[in-house]
């Protein structure tokens, strides 16, 4: 039974930085897509940033280029999202999710919650 549990989440002040980490249990780490997304308020999910299963391309949303920077640890079983330069519209929850195939993200964590004050 494959298992992501995030932490890290926390209540910052705005410029702050944080890491968040996901760690994957109940299948083969290294061989998944994984991704962060976040959901504000009242809004909708949306993608953050991606990393692939070989070669560590990556890939972001464009209002985190330059701030947010994912990696994986696969000694670790782990994705990582360090965030720079913090926003309150960084604020939401944010979740990790793996892919075992080419198709969608299949797996999803419980979340974390970014607070970012002003």
């Known amino acids: 039974q494959v298992q992501l549990v995030e932490s890290g989440g926390g209540l910052v002040q705005a410029g702050a930085s944080l890491r968040l980490s996901c760690a994957a249990s109940g299948g083969t780490f290294s061989s998944w897509r994984m991704a962060w997304f976040r959901q504000a308020p009242g809004k909708e999910r949306e993608f953050v940033a991606r990393?692939?299963?070989?070669?560590?391309?990556?890939y972001y949303q464009d209002s985190v280029k330059g701030r947010f920077t994912i990696s994986r640890d696969n000694a670790k079983n782990t994705v990582y999202l360090q965030m720079t330069s913090l926003k309150p519209e960084d604020t939401a929850v944010y979740y990790c999710?793996?892919?075992?195939?080419?198709?969608?993200?299949?797996?999803w964590g419980q979340g974390t919650q970014v607070t970012v004050s002003s």
């Open positions: 990393i692939s299963r070989r070669f560590d391309i990556t």
């Open positions: 999710a793996a892919a075992d195939s080419s198709g969608p993200y299949n797996y």
